[in-house]
């Protein structure tokens, strides 16, 4: 007998009134996604991305982040595609109890409070699959979404130094990470 899975879906109304859904992606999602995405990476500022992934790449990107039993949800507002979120678990047996989080949200859905639902979305997402920790990196110049996290209970893991060259300016990455509970033994 196999179990079925219910998708994993949020829906609700942004701070502007539109109507939003997190919901997981879908093949038929690739060609939304590029095109959203590609306004993110356009402008360098928040995205460890420097260029989309074709139509082809994207459709076999989702495809293995199903069946490696990850998390990869887009973000839709009144029909359009406006970002994702994703949870990659470790590769290795040994770091299967992790995942790393990476988010976009394309620059006219920011300020809507959409932010904040995909941090709870992702956390209960998280807890159904009983991870024990979803780490994450932040660029120092993007305050908003570190006090993001930190708002959700991520606390700080390190810094590595100018670890990022951002249009002529050295950056720093902040790892974060939220543990789901206090578990000695795995």
């Not at 879908?26 to 590609?38: G, K, M, P, V």
């Not at 293995?64 to 029909?79: I, P, Q, R, T, W």
């Not at 699959?129 to 700080?156: D, M, Q």
Request: hydrophobic letters at 35%; glycine letters at 6%.
């Amino acid at each position: 007998m196999t179990l079925k899975r219910e998708p994993h879906i949020y829906t609700f109304e942004a701070k502007d009134g539109t109507d939003v859904t997190i919901r997981p992606a879908d093949i038929r999602d690739a060609e939304q996604i590029i095109s959203a995405a590609e306004s993110i990476v356009s402008t360098r500022s928040f995205i460890q991305k420097e260029e989309t992934r074709s139509l082809e790449e994207e459709k076999a990107f989702i495809t293995d982040m199903k069946l490696s039993n990850n998390m990869y949800s887009v973000v839709e507002a009144e029909g359009k595609i406006v970002g994702i979120a994703r949870v990659m678990r470790g590769e290795l047996e040994m770091k299967r109890h992790c995942g790393v989080f990476r988010t976009w949200v394309t620059e006219d859905a920011q300020g809507k409070g959409i932010g904040t639902k995909i941090m709870a979305y992702t956390l209960d997402w998280g807890r159904k699959e009983n991870l024990h920790k979803i780490w994450l990196t932040v660029f120092s110049n993007n305050p908003i979404a570190s006090k993001l996290y930190e708002r959700y209970g991520f606390v700080y893991e390190g810094t590595q130094k100018d670890q990022l060259c951002i249009k002529g300016e050295f950056e720093d990455e902040i790892y974060m990470a939220y543990f789901f509970d206090q578990r000695d033994r795995c």
